[in-house]
């Protein structure tokens, strides 16, 4: 059985991917210092025999006893709402965790993969966004603590594969949702579902006309797992070519939850992408992956899992 550390396992993506891995026979050790990940989000995880728990920040020296087989770095606060009440954590966790993550997966042979992100392109003037484009980020931006730090990790875990060996893979996520999102994600499908079915009203920043691309998390995690097991480095984009307006996909959210809620809109934050879609050519080519899930029926399946959470309260 492959022993997998998944660093970020208590979060959002993270939780999934254990899931999946424990799914198909894997060993799992989570590792996460639950600053925006959740214990609720891997409880009944608990009493499988192949998973383990370890609170730990990965900014901090990891270690890992026995063999490991593959180290994921999945660790980091990915919410614009984190970005500036925690940059200085985002920072470590993309540098220090980064590097600390690679020393073990270095110190047992492991195969690498990091979790990057479609940040990297920042308001991208290249429309829809290949592998080789090298993006247009604002360093010192408030998003930029966060761009800059997948930007590091990828140099750092390329500079690791080339100067190591290290066999690595990098995957660059795109704008994805489904359960287990914080109810206070700050990302815009967590917002308007969770604004949608408590009836107040939807928060739009700008005017709407943005466009992002948003991948339901099952099909995520299934292209994480085909450029696990593949055999391309990347980075390697994984994400829904579907691209919708913020507008379009308020609008959906109302239709799906059936909520009365009025839509408002304020000011755009900075540095707010103007568009965003992934190319996928790599993706098809050289995996033979690509999403199945659309949007209506992951809003409707994501809909479901807020409205259990908000009964809750």
Known sequence: MPRVVVTGGA???????CRALLARGDQVIAVDNL?????????????????????HDVSQYVWVPGDVDTVMHFASPASPADFERIPIQILKVGSLGTHNTLGLAKAKGARYFLASTSEVYGDPQVHPQPESYWGHVN????????????RFAEAMTMAYHRHHA??????????????????????AVSNFLVQALAGTPITIFGD?????????????????????????TGPCNIGNPGEYTILQLAEMVLEVTGSQSELVFEPLPVDDPTQRQPDLTLARSALGWE???????????????????LERF
């Open 11 to 17: 979060g959002f993506l993270g939780s999934h991917l």
């Open 139 to 150: 360093p010192i931006g408030p998003r930029g603590v966060y761009d800059e730090a997948k």
């Open 291 to 309: 999403p199945e899930i659309p949007l209506r029926t992951g809003l409707e399946r994501t809909a479901e899992y807020f409205r259990r959470l």
């Open 35 to 55: 600053v925006t990940g959740s214990v609720a989000n891997i409880e009944e995880l608990f009493g499988h025999r192949g998973f383990t728990f370890v609170e």
């Open 166 to 187: 290290l066999d690595v893979r990098i995957v660059r996520i795109f704008n994805t949702y489904g359960e287990r999102q914080r109810a206070d994600d700050g990302r």
């Open 208 to 232: 709407g006309s943005q466009t992002r691309s948003f991948c339901y998390v099952d099909d995520e995690v299934r292209g994480f797992l085909a450029l696990l097991d593949g055999d391309i």
